[in-house]
């Protein structure tokens, strides 16, 4: 979620992952990769390199018309503290440390921080792709990928069939994974899809979700775009 959001969302008390709009953001670069475009789903350029939308160790295409925005979440976090201190003397206001809680409950997920969401909206479909990355380490691709993904249980939040396997793209070697996950608060299991490679640069993990099964499935074509064109930035 962009900065915006993850601050408006902090304020606002919420804690449960959503899909919220994305504000305006730059485009994707020209320069997209040629090969291995699935069907039904065309390639709207490629993030990852210096100068495109997001910068990331990694660089792949995205789907047509959807709209790439990078999340800068250290300025995200210095926001809500000072949003936090300018209430301190309001007492509806959010405790400070209960704020920053919040927006590291937002930003990260395991061993990994947001930096990048593709919004889908503008080709259709309510849903992002959402890219997080790392610091160098010694895990693997899998050990990063599935302290990713635990990182979501907790009370309200359980996790069911998830299914790893490893891929291959642009020199790049991988895992992914699909599983459902239960939202006791929201009162729905939706299918998600992720994945994870590890550069010299630190981990990255590429993640799917929808709003509802129905959404995630049309979504689906633009992350194997993604996963498909996988290079190094």
Known sequence: ?????????????????????????????????????????????SIGAAGSACELPVRFDIAESWEPEAIDAAAARAEVDEMADEGSDDPDSLDKELA???????????????????DAKPAGHIGFLRVFTGEPGDDDARTVLEDFVLAEESEEVSLDEQRY?????????????????????????????????????????????????????????????????????
């Open 100 to 118: 920053a809680e919040l927006a590291d409950s937002l930003l990260t997920q395991g061993p990994v921080t947001a930096a990048c969401e593709v």
């Open 165 to 233: 396997r490893t891929f291959r793209s642009g020199g790049l070697t991988g895992v992914e994974v699909s599983y459902l996950r239960s939202s006791e608060i929201l009162e729905e299991t939706t299918k998600q899809r992720a994945l994870a490679v590890v550069t010299a640069d630190g981990p990255v993990v590429l993640h799917l979700g929808g709003l509802d099964d129905e959404e995630h499935e049309a979504m689906l074509p633009a992350f194997d775009l993604a996963k498909r064109t996988l290079r190094i930035s």
């Open 1 to 45: 979620m962009a900065h915006a959001a993850v601050v408006a969302m902090v304020l606002t008390g919420c804690s449960e992952t959503a899909e919220p709009d994305a504000g305006e953001s730059g485009g994707a670069s020209a320069g997209a990769t040629a090969d291995a475009k699935p069907a039904g789903v065309g390639s709207g350029g």
